[in-house]
């Protein structure tokens, strides 16, 4: 069974970057989709980015593309989340979901619904 234990979360000023990391653990291979997500307060789980199963396709929201990477490095090593140019409306809690089935191509890794395994969340607040 796949859990995800998320860090690297905290508060930084405006124009800062940080870089959150959620380990994977009871699961030894890459062969997994990843999906990043938040949630400010008042307002809906959004999707920030993802990557595909076996560290395939990757993928970004609209308001986060060039200001963000995910990386996996295939060697156990937890995925990261790379963010920089934060902007205070970046602040919310931050949650990876993880995906060990692969799933169809036509799924992509927006797709909340399809991850099983989820992290224990993680605040960012960002300074204007």
């Known amino acids: 069974q796949m859990q995800l234990v998320e860090s690297g979360g905290g508060l930084v000023q405006a124009g800062d970057s940080l870089r959150l990391s959620c380990a994977v653990v009871g699961h030894r291979n890459s062969d997994y989709a990843m999906g990043w997500f938040r949630q400010a307060p008042g307002k809906e789980r959004e999707f920030v980015g993802g990557?595909?199963?076996?560290?395939?396709?990757?993928k970004y929201a609209d308001d986060m593309k060039g200001r963000c990477t995910i990386s996996r490095d295939n060697t156990n090593n937890p995925d990261t989340l790379q963010m920089n140019s934060l902007k205070p409306e970046d602040a919310a809690e931050y949650y990876c979901?993880?995906?060990?089935?692969?799933?169809?191509?036509?799924?992509?890794?927006?797709?909340?619904?399809?991850?099983?395994?989820w992290g224990q969340g993680i605040q960012v607040t960002v300074s204007s």
């Open positions: 990557i595909g199963w076996s560290a395939g396709t990757q």
């Open positions: 979901g993880g995906e060990p089935i692969r799933r169809a191509d036509s799924v992509g890794v927006e797709a909340a619904w399809q991850y099983v395994y």
